[in-house]
């Protein structure tokens, strides 16, 4: 008997850590999310003409057009995706292509994006039906850029997909259904990263603070892919493999090690990958 409460006393225990650690995460991801979406606008991030292109493709079930080849800005040769519909998914002429850290370098106190109201101005003033790339190609048949919406695997927008079609669904367009996709996207990285949280037997805390790390919460809250395709498919990953199956040697470096990689925006998939791989190898 007394072991059998001394083992139930100790389950509940172990259940309460796990929740006060995804509390604290969801709860500090939520606010930064939050103030990232309104005070941050949609077409804000790197690579912007990919992401959203990427995302739209994916939500108007476009993800497979053919693609053409053209001539980008600078006279080069290379393909881009033919996608159609209303001007305002398909040209981002007050987009802010930037780096995480420029963006967030004012410190979640003083967030301000000089390129929300223009985006936003400019999205509600284009309403027209295009096909890109030709409407957009100059005289000499070059590209102003766009077209990259292939080149990550489409599933990889998924969660801001999912909040741009229901967005589509309702009627909104625009710079309106990017912010749904946003809300979308966040939505799913906190439901993965309190799943990882509870799914690591250690290090709990550890994995909540990098869950809040300001790089990471802002690819989550934007339309950007890396959100959901690398911090959180990562983060469910190595507790669930890494650290239950690999080696001592493993255990306590792998996640960790992955994280900070990822984290720091420095050759993120690379490094996942070669930790994942180093890790099969001893299994």
Known sequence: MRAMFKGTFGALRRSSYSLLCIAFALVIIAFQGVAHIRYIGALSMPDPNMHALGAYALASGQSFNETV????EYGNERVAQVLEGEESFLVLPECRNDLITTILSGGL????DAQR???IEASASSHDHIEIP?????????D????????????AWLPSAIGIKAAMTFGLSGYDAFQWG????LIVYMGLMATAIALIPKMKPVLALLAIAPPAVFCASSLMCDGFSRFSVYAIRCPYVEVRKAPPCLQRGAGCACWAGNVS???QGHICTCLHGISADFQ
């Open 109 to 112: 106190a003083n967030l301000y």
């Open 182 to 185: 946003r809300v979308s996207n």
């Open 144 to 155: 102003e850029g766009w077209g990259r919406s292939t080149q990550y695997f489409p599933l």
């Open 134 to 142: 030709f409407d957009l190609a100059d005289v000499d048949g070059r």
């Open 265 to 267: 925006r420095a050759s």
């Open 69 to 72: 080849p053209i001539r980008d």
């Open 117 to 119: 109201i223009p985006q």
